[in-house]
């Protein structure tokens, strides 16, 4: 029999949440005499930008409903950010902005209107809210990065993820054009997670909705963003998603529904933090100057890192299993993720991320000499 507990019909269908298994590794780090570093999630650590906080506070005084649209400052906003990544003239009833980038992720299949019978294709090395998102509107869900392996299955919705968490792995345009094409010619829905996309390193990144790889036509195909990583806007949960303006439209008119709504000052805070480039060039520098050190470190400790071209993590590995590696670096107060919690094609890396004050990078960087 199910169990139908408070919750417990929701947990029996859903994975075991990722940093709840890393609990013992967390408790051996932080009794390191010198403290923990945590290098296991992607938080922002830095001061949010004096630009977005004030925007925020200016909008303090906003009594009624937030538009779930956006406000035309918001939309605006969004279509000439898109322009600065190459991706001109969408109009503005094709941007919709979200709570954060997780809960669009969480929720976009059932939104979208997938339910049992409807099969959702993640990485094989992936985000784990792409499989709960699947899980939650009753879809199956695979993990291929081969589309051939699927044979003539049909595909509902295709998740791509460049640059890559946890690999920071970034998709040259022409696998992206095959990927869109191949999802044209089955009706299948293309989303692509690109909350990285202005952290590429020694590559760099391009947008699914790109004229390289859509040809300027986004039917069929939408891009997750976020402010979080650009903006240290992870505390503001403000994101948006773009493209098919049919399918922006659909998921419109099911977020009216449901009250998925961005906060107004959140809105205000969305636009200063879209408008301004000084902020994003400041933090990009931050994070630079914390993985060159880190991956100095890592290497000369023994460790290998690949891909990791973008993004906020470095992909690294002692060739052996990755639990292993999580509790030698516990060992010595650093706490890293399991490579294995992202598919188990990472069960013998670990993912290290660039989200630590520089104090704590420098305290890893003495420990792992």
Same mark, same amino acid.
């Given at each position: 029999?199910?169990?139908? #507990? ?8 859903? /994975?075991?949440?990722? =940093? ?15 403290? +923990? ?11 949010? *930008? ?8 200016? %909008? #303090? ?94 595909? @509902? +919705?295709?998740?791509?993820? @460049? ?5 920071? &792995? ?26 990285? +996309?202005?952290?590429? =390193?020694?590559?760099? *990144?391009?947008? !699914?909705?790109? /004229? ?24 503001? &949960? ?34 200063? %933090? ?49 639990? &292993?590696?999580?509790?030698?670096? %516990? ?6 993720? *399991? ?8 069960? &013998?890396?670990?993912? !290290? ?5 520089? @104090?704590?990078? %420098? ?7």
């Amino acid at each position: 029999m199910p169990d139908r #507990s408070p919750g417990g019909r929701v947990s029996a269908r859903l /994975p075991d949440f990722p =940093w709840d298994l890393l609990a013992p590794y967390g408790r051996t780090a932080r009794a390191h005499p010198d403290g +923990l570093v945590d290098l296991s999630m992607g938080t922002p650590v830095d001061p949010v *930008p004096d630009v977005v906080r004030a925007a925020l506070t200016a %909008a #303090s005084d906003l009594p009624g409903y937030p538009l779930t649209a956006g406000t035309p400052a918001l939309r605006a906003a969004i279509t000439e950010y898109l322009g600065t990544l190459g991706v001109a003239g969408v109009d503005e009833s094709a941007v919709l902005p979200t709570i954060g980038s997780k809960e669009l992720v969480a929720g976009l299949p059932a939104q979208l209107g997938l339910g049992p019978g409807d099969l959702v294709v993640t990485p094989e090395l992936a985000y784990p809210t792409y499989r709960v998102g699947a899980l939650l509107a009753g879809a199956r869900c695979l993990a291929r990065d081969s589309l051939t392996s699927l044979g003539p299955e049909r595909v @509902s +919705l295709l998740w791509v993820n @460049s640059p890559a968490n946890p690999t920071g &792995r970034v998709l040259p345009v022409a696998h992206l054009r095959k990927i869109v094409e191949w999802a044209r010619a089955r009706g299948t829905i293309v989303v692509s997670d690109e909350c990285y +996309l202005e952290l590429g =390193w020694s590559e760099r *990144p391009v947008s !699914v909705l790109h /004229p390289d790889v859509t040809d300027g036509d986004h039917t069929g195909v939408l891009a997750v963003h976020s402010l979080s990583k650009r903006s240290n806007f992870a505390g503001y &949960r403000g994101g948006f998603v773009a493209g098919d303006p049919a399918l922006v439209g659909e998921l419109l008119a099911v977020r009216k529904q449901a009250g998925l709504i961005v906060p107004g000052p959140v809105q205000a805070a969305m636009v200063a %933090a879209l408008t301004d480039t000084a902020h994003v060039t400041e933090q990009r520098a931050r994070y630079a100057r914390r993985r060159d050190l880190l991956r100095t470190a890592l290497v000369g400790a023994g460790l290998r890192i690949e891909h990791s071209e973008a993004g906020l993590y470095l992909w690294a590995t002692r060739d052996e299993d990755c639990w &292993r590696t999580v509790e030698w670096l %516990a060992s010595l107060g650093i706490l890293v993720s *399991p490579g294995a919690v992202y598919g188990d094609a990472g069960a &013998r890396h670990v993912r !290290v991320a660039l989200t630590a004050p520089d @104090s704590r990078v %420098a305290a890893a960087v003495r420990r792992l000499a």
